[in-house]
């Protein structure tokens, strides 16, 4: 037997949370075999999936795969499993995670956690814990059935970087037209160095920043530390940021190993977004902004003297 993972492209690499889902996978089974979908892929870096804890890569290196179209994508998996006698299917949550993972679950007959935070509890069945209620509380589920489907949250497991290269095999499934039949007509990407879904630290700004002309440092600060930048609901509703930095339950949820909150009052839709994260840092000059019942650490003071200060002594430090 063996578990079958799942791993998204990042400009030809492999993403970092899927990476971690390999090594996820290592810890469930000796023989991991990761399954990369496009010929988008740069080929001679797949295995590197290895150093995380795969044998083997099936790479479907076909042009009709690039655009993501999940239906194709599950009956492909579907067939990988059938092919490597998997039981056991794990990715990493996202958007296309969530929805391939549900199907792929279907097409299998398997049970399903997702936002899986860790390791498996095999002493009594197999029982999983999940993030639930926008991370504010968790659940242990037992999975029955032969066959399971485990999406993982970012961050919840250390990734694993030691091991060899992986062998990385062609694959064709065979191939459906109504798999194909949905026709995706543009995709718009998020731009910036570093992206929001798989940033290891985010520094967002809020409305105390008072105008889009004084993100100079939000962005000088998150370039220092190598970040991604976010910012509030009403800052991206005013068009100070772009939309695709909107943090929040109805914007982008993140999970960073730190969240970096500058002047922003903490409402719930923020917090329900962000609350994952591993370490929270709140920069306000007002001491009793909600935020700070949610941080790790605060700052109470003018972000305009708190920032640039912050700056120089990350620039000193290096």
């Known amino acids: 037997m063996s578990v079958l993972v799942f791993v998204e492209n990042d400009e030809g690499n492999i993403k970092k949370s899927s990476l971690e889902a390999i090594s996820y996978a290592s810890h469930l089974d000796s023989n991991v075999v990761a399954i990369a979908l496009g010929s988008n892929f740069d080929a001679a870096r797949l295995a590197n999936a290895g150093k995380a804890g795969a044998t083997k890569v099936l790479h479907v290196a076909d042009d009709k795969y690039n655009q ?24 990493a949550n996202s958007s296309l995670g969530d929805a391939l993972s549900a199907r792929v679950a279907v097409k299998i007959d398997a049970a399903i956690a997702s936002r899986v935070i860790a390791l498996p509890d095999t002493s009594n ?27 993982l949250k970012k961050n919840a497991v250390e990734l694993k970087e030691d091991g060899e290269n992986a062998s990385v095999e062609a694959f064709s499934p065979s191939m459906n037209d109504t798999d194909f039949a949905t026709t995706i007509t543009s995709t718009d990407k998020a731009t910036g160095e570093v992206l929001l879904p798989e940033a290891e630290i985010v520094v967002s700004g809020g409305r105390g920043l008072k105008g889009p002309e004084n993100w100079g440092m939000i962005e000088e600060l998150a370039k220092e530390l190598g970040a991604a930048t976010g910012c509030s609901k009403p800052v991206s509703d005013m068009d100070w940021r772009p939309h695709h930095e909107h943090v929040g339950q109805t914007g982008i949820k993140v999970s960073p190993n730190l969240y970096i909150a500058v002047g922003i009052s903490g409402a719930i839709q923020h917090l329900a977004g962000v609350n994952s994260s591993k370490y929270i840092v709140v920069i306000n000059k007002d001491a009793d902004a909600p935020f700070f019942k949610a941080a790790d650490y605060g700052i109470v003071g003018d972000a305009f003297d708190v920032v640039p200060k912050l700056i120089a002594s990350i620039k000193a430090s290096k």
């Open 125 to 151: 069945g197999f029982s999983v814990k999940r993030s639930i209620y926008t991370g504010k509380a968790f659940a242990t589920i037992e999975m029955k059935g032969d066959k399971k489907v485990i999406a």
């Open 68 to 91: 993501g179209i999940v239906q194709a994508y599950a009956s492909a998996i579907a067939e990988a499993m059938d092919k490597e006698g998997a039981n056991t299917f794990v990715l």
